[in-house]
DNA sequence: CAAGTCCTGCAATCGGTTTGCAGTCCCGTC
DNA sequence: GACGGGACTGCAAACCGATTGCAGGACTTG
C-alpha cells in the first residue's frame, strides 16, 4: 500500500460527482482514471479561482495525493485540456478547471496586497492579435493577459504593511507588476558563540 | 579584496559612456556609484531585449560581478526606476534598460521554440483598464500582456524537436503558453552494482 | 584621508518543480 | 474472478531561480 490514497480506507470518497467525461477521456488517452486525479479535479471543481499546486495539495489533505503527484498530473490534466494554466509572476502556477462556463477566453485581476483573484472578461478584440501576427511573420499567436491592482477592502486597509512603493506599478509601461512575497529565504542566521 | 570586480585591475573598463544620470539618482538616495552597477547598466545597454539575471552574468564574465550581487541590483535599478521587469512565464525574470525610447508603454512577442523577443506596440486602449478598475472598485490597476506564437524562421524549421502539442496554444482561452525549457532536473540516477 | 555606510562575494538556504526508482493500482484479457 | 503489463504513485534526491547572513571591501562625505 503505497499509494497513498490507498492508505485510507475509501480513496474515492473524496469525489462527489460522477466523472464520465474524464473517465472518457483518460482512457481514451490510455491514462488511468486514478483516485488521485479524480480529487484533484473535484478540488478544482469546488473552487472559482485558479489554485497552485500547494493549495491543491493542502485542500487535498496532505496524506491523500503526493505533491509530486500533483504536480505530475496537472500537467497531464493541462495536456489533456481538462485545466488551464496560469501564472500571475508570484513564481508558482496556478490551475483552474475547464468547465463549459470557464472555458471562454478570460483573464484574471489580482490584488497586489491580498491576492484576491477576480475573472474579467475584459480583452483586446481579437483582430489585434491577428494583425499582429501578420505584421511580424509569427503563427499561432497567442497571449498572456493579466490585470493587477489594490481591490476594494485593502484600499480601505490602514495600511498593515508599509505600501511598497514598486507594487504600485508607478506608470503603466507594460512591466511585470510584483505579487507580494512574504518569504523567508536565504541562509540561516549563524549561531553566536556561547 | 573580496569585491569581485576589483580582482581585475580595471572593472571600470566596462563602462563606455558617461553615467551621470545613474551617478545622480543612485546619489540622490544615498546608494553608490558601484563598478558593478555600471557594468550591469552597460550590459542591458548593449542589448534591445530583456535580460535574464543569468544572462546579464554571463555577458559581464562570471568573474566580474557575483550572481547575488546582480539580483540584488536589478532589485534596486527596479525599484529606482532605471529598468523594468518583465515576466514570460518560463521561470525567470527579465530586465530591460528604461531609456527616453523604451520607456512607453509596450509590450514583446516571443517565440515559443527558439524563445527570440520582438518588442511590440500593440495593447488596448487605456480607457478599458479605467473601465475595469471602476466595475471592480479596483486602484492602481496595471497589467501584464505579452504575446506568444512561431516566428517566421520556427516556421520553417523542420522541426528539429518534435512540436510540442501544448506549446501551440490550442485555443486561446487567455491561458498561460509554455516557453520552451529544457531543463535537466530531478534525482540523479541510482548507480548500478558492479 | 578617516569614518561611516553601502555593497559585494561567498555560500547556505528557500520555495517551486522535476525525476529516478520501486512498489501499487487500474484495466483489458483470459 | 484471477492475471499481467503498463500506468501511476509515494518517496526522496536533486535542480533551478532567487534570497540572505556574514565578513570584508568599496564609495562618500566631511
Redesign the interface.
Known sequence: MNNACSQHAHPHRLVQQPLTELTDRLRASSRKVTGQRQAILDVLRRHASPLTNRQIHDALGKADCDLATIYRNMHTL??M?LV????F?DGS?RFEL?TDES?????H?V??RCAII?E?E???P?E??T???RR?????????????????RC?KEPAAEPPP??N???A???????LPQQQKRGRKPAKVAP
Not at 103 to 107: G, I, V
Open positions: 493541462t495536456e485540456g488551464k494554466r496560469f501564472d509572476g502556477a475547464v472555458n471562454h477566453h478570460h483573464h485581476l490584488c497586489n477576480v474579467v475584459d480583452c483586446f481579437p489585434y492579435e494583425e499582429l501576427a511580424h511573420g509569427f503563427a499561432s499567436v497567442s497571449h498572456r493577459l493579466e490585470f493587477f491592482g489594490l481591490c476594494p484600499q512603493p514598486g504600485a506599478a508607478p503603466s509601461t507594460g512591466a511585470t507588476p510584483v
